[in-house]
């Protein structure tokens, strides 16, 4: 017979352990997570400048930076507050760690086609030292860029003076022995490789490879593939530009690479198509390995039926078992081992299938969301009009639908579930789809690697938001 105060023990530890298993679960997404307001990064007001929107959002691979593009070709490295991190429970905050100008406008003469400064894609490599390299691309001209601190100087050189200028060699009549002096932390930039002429049309992804030596860049009608070390020189590996340009009937949209399998990689169409390609079975993957496509209902089609079947990302799974793609209305989750049809599909904004007329007289119809999943693949996260972002819990099915909103902007606020409503009457919370702003759209946003720490891009301003544990 057990003593009573076995008893008490194991039911306190029976508790104990149901908490640990809620935070674990929360923390994986499993459960409901209840996001709340951690940071905004930008100026708040309504008057906003076509440089400071922002591009394109990365978190490189543990998490501790943070990096925006802009369309006045800055990139702003975010780095996540010590502090922050290591408190308990821990907090979702960064620090301006490093702005520098990766991308100015050009003209080329030849086409008199001016190409534009604005950042489209950034993407980290791996950490091997104590500098961090990030690749950030524009139209036309990929940049590999080495961040690297400095805390240190040297003083008492032989040559020259401590300005830089160099010494008149008669002048020296004894040798010194330089000595290395502490000094503020400097954050120094500087870009290590230009990789450029190698795209006819606008360069739209880029994504390095498992192997961290070997990059693709993508463009309307080809990917290359580069070396990273070599900038004058890449390998055409897709190419779907026909003789006759009249019959062009699709156009690239993304391209990745697969996470642990080096020869392997996806690139999306216009047409609503995914292919996968093995880099082992030829140089030129122009015949893919798999097609990934749903066949479309025809009670569905209409007018605008290619336009909204066109997939504006693509991004595999942390696992590589996974991928999501983007359409304009949903989010669809694809088995790599399945090509006939989605395993699961997720509406973004349903309510806009009867304001499709409305959203193509305003070019609406063709922007281009991005997706991105949690760090455990248990969750995805997509962007909407009227500074809405949509969270789908892969485990419990359910969805959420949260604001970027500026009257948020306090630490620890909870996030209320946005709701829309598609009839006459509304209920108090929601709000009529004829009042939705669509000059308010995310169409950019990131996932912390290992935590519910998300970053979404609203206009100018970078919003940060973290699980409520």
């Known amino acids: 017979m057990k003593s009573p105060s076995n008893i008490m023990r194991q039911s306190s530890l029976t508790k104990l352990g149901s908490m640990i298993n809620t935070a674990v679960n929360k923390r994986a997404g499993n459960g409901d997570i209840q996001w709340c307001f951690s940071q905004v990064k930008g100026t708040l007001e309504d008057d906003v400048t076509e440089a400071d929107i922002i591009s394109c959002v990365e978190f490189n691979h543990d998490g501790d930076l943070l990096a925006t593009g802009d369309k006045g070709g800055r990139v702003v490295i975010f780095q996540r507050d010590p502090i922050s991190k290591n408190s308990i429970p821990r907090r979702g905050e960064y620090n301006v760690y490093s702005t520098f100008q990766s991308h100015e406008?050009?003209?080329?003469?030849?086409?008199?086609?001016?190409?534009?400064?604005?950042?489209?894609?950034?993407?980290?490599?791996?950490?091997?030292?104590?500098a961090h390299f990030l690749l950030s691309t524009n139209d036309k001209t990929i940049k590999?860029?080495?961040?690297?601190?400095?805390?240190?100087?040297?003083?008492?050189?032989?040559?020259?003076?401590?300005?830089?200028?160099?010494?008149?060699?008669?002048?020296?009549?004894?040798?010194?022995?330089?000595?290395?002096?502490?000094?503020?932390?400097?954050?120094?930039?500087?870009?290590?490789?230009?990789?450029?002429?190698?795209h006819t049309y606008h360069i739209n992804s880029i994504s390095v490879n498992s192997d961290q030596e070997t990059y693709l860049s993508a463009d309307d009608l080809r990917i290359n593939l580069w070396h990273l070390e070599i900038t004058d020189q890449s390998f055409n590996i897709v190419d779907i530009k026909p003789t006759n340009m009249e019959e062009l009937t699709e156009v690239i949209t993304a391209a990745e690479f697969h996470p642990a399998e080096c020869n392997v990689l996806?690139?999306?169409?216009?047409?609503?198509?995914?292919?996968?390609?093995?880099?082992?079975?030829?140089?030129?993957?122009?015949?893919?390995?798999?097609?990934?496509?749903?066949?479309?209902?025809?009670?569905?089609?209409?007018?605008?039926?290619?336009?909204?079947?066109?997939?504006?990302?693509?991004?595999?799974?942390?696992?590589?078992?996974?991928?999501?793609?983007?359409?304009?209305?949903?989010?669809?989750?694809?088995?790599?081992?399945?090509?006939?049809?989605p395993i699961e599909c997720y509406p973004v904004h349903e309510y806009l299938r009867s304001k499709l007329c409305s959203l193509y007289e305003n070019d609406c119809i063709f922007d281009k969301f991005e997706c991105c999943w949690s760090g455990n693949d248990s969750a995805i996260m997509t962007g909407s009009y009227n500074n809405f972002f949509r969270v789908f819990d892969r485990t419990t099915k359910r969805d959420l639908t949260l604001e970027a909103a500026r009257d948020i902007a306090k630490p620890k606020t909870l996030l209320k579930p946005r709701k829309v409503s598609t009839g006459g009457k509304r209920k108090k919370d929601e709000i009529s789809v004829d009042?939705?702003?669509?000059?308010?759209?995310?169409?950019?946003?990131?996932?912390?690697?290992?935590?519910?720490v998300v970053a979404v891009a609203a206009t100018n301003n970078l919003f940060l938001f973290q699980d409520k544990l």
């Open 144 to 198: 590999l860029w080495k961040v690297s601190e400095r805390d240190k100087r040297v003083e008492g050189y032989n040559t020259k003076e401590e300005n830089g200028s160099i010494r008149d060699p008669a002048c020296i009549t004894s040798l010194r022995v330089p000595s290395i002096k502490p000094m503020e932390l400097m954050v120094e930039a500087s870009p290590r490789r230009i990789f450029a002429n190698a």
């Open 266 to 341: 996806v690139y999306s169409s216009s047409k609503g198509t995914i292919r996968l390609c093995d880099m082992r079975s030829a140089a030129l993957c122009d015949q893919h390995s798999k097609l990934f496509e749903e066949q479309e209902d025809p009670t569905n089609r209409s007018f605008f039926s290619e336009i909204i079947s066109s997939i504006s990302d693509v991004k595999l799974s942390h696992s590589g078992r996974y991928m999501i793609s983007r359409d304009y209305l949903s989010v669809k989750v694809w088995d790599l081992q399945m090509e006939t049809k």
């Open 435 to 452: 009042c939705l702003d669509f000059n308010k759209k995310i169409l950019h946003t990131a996932w912390h690697p290992s935590e519910n």
């Open 105 to 130: 406008p050009e003209f080329d003469y030849l086409k008199s086609l001016e190409i534009e400064e604005k950042i489209n894609k950034i993407r980290w490599l791996k950490r091997k030292n104590p």
